[in-house]
Every structure is written in C-alpha cells, then in structure tokens.
Nanobody
Framework: VQLQASGGGLVQAGGSLRLSCAAS????????MRWYRQTPGKGRDLVAT???????DYADSVKGRFTIFRDNRKNTVDLQMNSLKPDDTAVYYC??????WGQGTQVTVSS
C-alpha cells in the first residue's frame, strides 16, 4: 500500500489544520493506522492511533486537541488538529500496521 500524506502548512498558534493520509494500491480498512511526528534531530513520536474497529488513542501532549478519523470508503485516515501550539511543529507521517509509511507533511505553528 502506498500512503500519501497532505494538508500540512503554516498556521498561527491556536489555529487548526487537517492532515489527510490517502492510501492507494490496497485497502487500509483491515489495518490499524497511526500518525507520527518528527522534529529535527529526534526520533518519530507516536501521535495518534486508530484501530480497524475505530478505537483511538493519543499521545498525552495532543489529547483533547487532535482527533484521528478513518474513512474506509475513501481509503483515508485524517488527523484533525485544533488549538495548535508551536511545540506541534514537526513533520507528520502516517503509517499502517503493514509497515507502510507516507512521505511526511510539514506542520509549522508560529507563536
């Protein structure tokens, strides 16, 4: 499965962005999907997870602000990010349980 992440950009603190991860070459309905983020010089941190049954889990740093969605008909997994903070600045990646990764999309939050 090929994953394509999009939706990143520059936003002011307190703003919102919605990231989308579109899959092609296969269906992701049977896979747990995750969003990670990475800042320069650091490893990738898990941000949000959604199982095949729609159960979600979030990093403590984003709980109450981020929401992960999946649309099995569209073959996508989105990450709605609200109340963004400068600390949320990172490259965001989507990943499937099959080990496939998207190319990353940059999110920059200005103070």
């Amino acid at each position: 499965v090929q994953l394509q992440a999009s939706g990143g950009g520059l936003v002011q603190a307190g703003g919102s962005l919605r990231l989308s991860c579109a899959a092609s070459g296969g269906r992701i309905s049977g896979l747990t999907m995750r969003w990670y983020r990475q800042t320069p010089g650091k490893g990738r941190d898990l941000v949000a997870t959604i199982t095949t049954h729609g159960t979600t889990d979030y990093a403590d740093s984003v709980k109450g602000r981020f929401t992960i969605f999946r649309d099995n008909r569209k073959n996508t997994v989105d990450l709605q990010m609200n109340s963004l903070k400068p600390d949320d600045t990172a490259v965001y990646y989507c990943e499937s349980d099959a080990g496939d990764w998207g190319q990353g999309t940059q999110v920059t939050v200005s103070s």
